[in-house]
Each structure stands twice: as structure tokens, then as C-alpha cells.
T-cell receptor, first 115, second 115 residues
Framework: NAGVMQNPRHLVRRRGQEARLRCSPMKGHSHVYWYRQLPEEGLKFMVYLQKENIIDESGMPKERFSAEFPKEGPSILRIQQVVRGDSAAYFC?????????????FGEGSWLTVV | AQTVTQSQPEMSVQEAETVTLSCTYDTSENNYYLFWYKQPPSRQMILVIRQEAYKQQNATENRFSVNFQKAAKSFSLKISDSQLGDTAMYFCAFMSENAGNMLTFGGGTRLMVKP
């Protein structure tokens, strides 16, 4: 039973390029969450998606960042025109239900380095 | 908005001894969930233990236990018989009953277990 799968694990981009991070939730899970971890900090919530819908994007920067979770395929976190401050670990998580207290399962993270 | 504070940036413990990691949080809600996550050098986020706020009994998972003080808004993690594999960052996290599984994390405590 595969867990939450993220790819790529490591990504290097030059300033101004685009970064695309992918996340396949656990089998049967339709709720996906993206978190960002800056160096030496805790994880910060970015966005919560269900299939084809963005439920809560209150933690997402207003510009350059977007996320989707299409009917078919993985969830994508897209960062346009990357800057050095975008260098971070991006974690995807999924859950079976959306009720409070439901167990959240994390992927292994994608490390973005902007040079 | 909820906040989670971990006041110990770093701690160390001798192998086989016991260590307690502190966590305090701020919320006006009555129903919520608290978690401790471990992030070893591999950087994966691993759930260690969870506590439902409506339960008075402290959660226990093998060598890991919590001291949940709801009135004081305190949620400390006790690791007994520390092992070298416990070396990791530990994050305390809060989840509201009504926030769709969104986790708010503390800044983390780096634990070093020494042989």
C-alpha cells in the first residue's frame, strides 16, 4: 500500500524559471495538503485541495504560486519565476476524510533549491 | 488564529535516559487535536503520537507519552529509554476541529541522543 508519493525529491532551478512539484496521495485519499518548510523552521500550511477544487489557499503566496488537483493524475504545486526565497522543502500530505482529527499522512518532501 | 510554541530549540539526552520536550499552544477553541511529529535526518515527517482534547487520559505509544494539560494549554512529549534512532527534529502541531485537517506547527526542537 503505497504512501504519499512526491516527485521530484530534489529540484534545482535558476532564478526566473518555473518549478513543478507533484504529489500522488495515498490510495483512496481525495484530500491533499501542501506545506512549506523553510530552513530551520516548522512546516507552514499552504493549500488544501480536493479533487478539482481548492478548498483553502489561505497560506499560499498571492503571486507566482498555484496548485491544482485534477480529476485524474497527481496534485501539482507550481511556482513561477522562482526566487532564492522559494528555496525550501515542500511537503504534500493526504487524508481519507476532512473531519477534524483525521490522520494526515505526509510524503517525503520535495527539496527546491533556487540558484 | 492558533499558535504553537516550542521553547527549546535544542536538547540532548544520554542513551537510555528520559527526556521531555515542551510545547504550548494558544487557542480559543474547546475541541481540537494535538500531535507530535518526528523529522529524522531523512527529513520525512513521521507521526509519533496524537491526543484528542476531549480525552483527559494522556496518550501513550510505547516509549512515547504526553502530558496534556488543557487548562494550561501545554502538551509535552516524554521519551523514555532514549535510543540513538530518536535523534531528530520534533514538531508539535495543533489541528482545529473545524479547520479541515489543517495543521499548525511549532518551530521544532532538535533532539540529540548521545551514546
Amino acid at each position: 500500500n503505497a504512501g504519499v508519493m512526491q516527485n521530484p525529491r530534489h529540484l534545482v532551478r535558476r532564478r526566473g524559471q518555473e518549478a513543478r512539484l507533484r504529489c500522488s496521495p495515498m490510495k483512496g485519499h481525495s484530500h491533499v495538503y501542501w506545506y512549506r518548510q523553510l530552513p530551520e523552521e516548522g512546516l507552514k500550511f499552504m493549500v488544501y485541495l480536493q479533487k478539482e477544487n481548492i478548498i483553502d489557499e489561505s497560506g499560499m503566496p498571492k503571486e507566482r504560486f498555484s496548485a491544482e488537483f485534477p480529476k485524474e493524475g497527481p496534485s501539482i504545486l507550481r511556482i513561477q519565476q522562482v526566487v532564492r526565497g522559494d528555496s525550501a522543502a515542500y511537503f504534500c500530505a493526504s487524508s481519507l476524510f476532512a473531519v477534524g482529527g483525521n490522520t494526515i499522512y505526509f510524503g517525503e518532501g520535495s527539496w527546491l533549491t533556487v540558484v | 488564529a492558533q499558535t504553537v510554541t516550542q521553547s527549546q530549540p535544542e536538547m540532548s539526552v544520554q542513551e537510555a535516559e528520559t527526556v521531555t520536550l515542551s510545547c504550548t499552544y494558544d487557542t480559543s477553541e474547546n475541541n481540537y487535536y494535538l500531535f507530535w511529529y518526528k523529522q529524522p535526518p531523512s527529513r520525512q515527517m513521521i507521526l509519533v503520537i496524537r491526543q484528542e482534547a476531549y480525552k483527559q487520559q494522556n496518550a501513550t505509544e510505547n516509549r512515547f507519552s504526553v502530558n496534556f494539560q488543557k487548562a494550561a494549554k501545554s502538551f509535552s512529549l516524554k521519551i523514555s529509554d532514549s535510543q540513538l534512532g530518536d535523534t531528530a527534529m520534533y514538531f508539535c502541531a495543533f489541528m482545529s476541529e473545524n479547520a479541515g485537517n489543517m495543521l499548525t506547527f511549532g518551530g521544532g526542537t532538535r533532539l540529540m541522543v548521545k551514546p
